[in-house]
């Protein structure tokens, strides 16, 4: 198959990338500017350009939209900037896609944000969006403009919504994932800065899994309409809870410094991975134990010199 990735640049993108080529298919990444290191062939195109986007489209089977230009912080108190970051760039590719139907899109939403506070209840596909963040709030926007393409043009789209995800390969960027920033803290013996007291709770998914489930949702049959997915390993826990495992992992304790909760944080939140193992039989292999260590090992390989 011919599978273009929009995000390839990205953690998780450049992973699927890699993944996908050695599983035979022609993957093509779409780039807003070059990108060095890429394991695929590049094009650089607008990502508010429709008629770019189709050019890239116009023969593809899958595209993997996996860009995200925004973090829950990073936006807080300016929503109007969730428009360039997610917004405008989404609603040029679904413009696109309308003249290339037959594509099939699989797009990387949030487990961690659309879904809001979920302390009293279970975090099923079904349970109602109510994100706090604007970044939440965009990607659930983008979910609907996806599905309402759908249902116009009888095309396939499947959305997965990940837990926090992490491994080997994930850049050091502020804002993008507590476990990078925790070995980052312990390889430098620097403090770690945490928003609240460390009681909230989230699932964290393992970079190889969430890529085992977009290989098992591209390679398999294609599902009709509009799907949506969680995927997380179903191992929820404190963030206080998630430093201890750190701190064993690495044998260098973090010192912890605690500001004031954030109003785009939420208490908890831990998606439910039933449905994707009742629909493509997956769950998460990794456990938590085991990522940790296989991504301290990798950070030591890549930062001690």
Known sequence: MKIAVLGAGGFIGRAACARLTAGGHKVLALVRRPVPGLPVPSRVASYTDPKQIRA??????????????????????????????????????????????????????????VYGDCSTEPTSESTPLRPRSYHGAAKASVEMFLSAFASQYGASVTVLRPSN???????????????????????????????????????????????????LIITGNRLPGFAVFNAAS???????????????????PLHRIFFSERSVDVPSISPSPRKALETFGWRAATTLSEGLAATWTSFKQAYIR
């Open 234 to 252: 179903g191992e929820p826990l404190s963030i206080v809870e998630l430093l201890a495992r750190i701190d064993a992992v690495t044998g260098r």
């Open 56 to 113: 890239v489209l116009q023969d593809c089977d899958w595209l993997l939209h996996a860009a995200a230009g925004s973090t829950p912080g990073s936006t807080a108190s300016q929503p109007y900037a969730e428009i360039a970051a997610n917004l405008t760039p989404s609603l040029a590719l679904v413009e696109a896609l309308q003249s290339t139907a037959t594509c099939a899109v699989l797009y990387i939403s949030s487990g961690g944000t």
């Open 165 to 215: 995800v992490y491994g080997p390969g994930q850049a050091l960027r502020p804002g993008f994932g507590i476990i990078a920033t925790a070995m980052a803290a312990a390889l430098s013996d620097k403090p770690i800065t945490l928003w609240g007291d460390g009681s909230a709770v989230r699932d964290f998914l393992y970079i190889d899994d969430l890529i085992d489930f977009i290989q």
